[in-house]
């Protein structure tokens, strides 16, 4: 298994940045793709960014040009820089990350989440 934690969030007005911060440990043998989702009250959860072991990026169109994702794998860890930040921005982000167990077990693991509150 595979634990998350987060940190970073908070209260931001709009127009500021954040950085939240995501870090893996567990009996792994690869951590593939990791990413964060957010969800706000009443909606689903969304994919807001997502990287690959090798550095590969997608972003939700949303986010665009204001996020940035990146990872150090010496550490696997995740980070999102947010900037730019909007009221609609505003929701529970969670980290996720894939990863391979020791016994060749696919997993899919989330962090509890962290709270960001953009206010206008």
């Known amino acids: 298994q595979v634990q998350l934690v987060e940190s970073g969030g908070g209260l931001v007005q709009a127009g500021g940045s954040l950085r939240l911060s995501c870090a893996a440990s567990?009996?792994?043998?690869?951590?593939?793709?990791m990413g964060w989702y957010r969800q706000a009250p009443g909606k689903e959860r969304e994919l807001v960014a997502a990287?690959?072991?090798?550095?590969?990026?997608s972003y939700a169109d949303s986010v665009k040009g204001r996020f940035t994702i990146s990872r150090d794998n010496a550490k696997n860890t995740v980070y999102l820089q947010m900037n730019s930040l909007k009221p609609e921005d505003t929701a529970g982000y969670y980290c996720n990350a894939d990863a391979i167990s020791f016994t060749m077990t696919a997993m899919s693991s989330w962090g509890q989440g962290t709270q960001v509150t953009v206010s206008s």
């Open positions: 567990g009996d792994t043998i690869c951590i593939s793709a």
């Open positions: 990287i690959t072991s090798g550095g590969s990026t």
